[in-house]
């Protein structure tokens, strides 16, 4: 692990402590899960599960691996508030909020 990931990962949880108010320890752990996360989506395909704004739960099948062909514009950049990914079963680049992320399979 580099020292950028580290400050990546510290850089969301205090980001998660503000905007959510639950305690650090489990803003922490939140963000080294989503960081686990999108490591494994570099990597290949990942099962996982969100909570969408309507409330209900999306199961995603999501990538970053190898997508690079599908970008089209130069997007928004990136906040640190969501994680981007590729959705292999809709064909398309969707997002979520960090702290709707229910669990990886």
């Known amino acids: 692990m580099k020292r950028n990931d580290l400050q990546k990962i510290m850089r969301r949880a205090w980001a998660l402590f503000r905007s959510t108010g639950r305690t650090f320890s489990v803003c922490l752990s939140k963000a080294w899960e989503l960081y686990r996360l999108t490591k494994r989506m570099r990597a290949g395909v990942v099962l996982f599960a969100y ?6 739960l ?5 990538t970053l691996h190898d997508v690079a062909a599908t970008v089209k514009g130069t997007g928004r950049p990136d ?23 229910v669990t990886v399979y």
């Open 51 to 56: 909570e969408k704004t309507d409330g209900s």
């Open 58 to 62: 999306r199961k995603a099948c999501g």
């Open 79 to 101: 906040d640190g508030q969501t994680v981007k990914y590729y959705d292999v079963e809709a064909g398309g680049w969707r997002s979520f909020k960090v702290e709707n992320l």
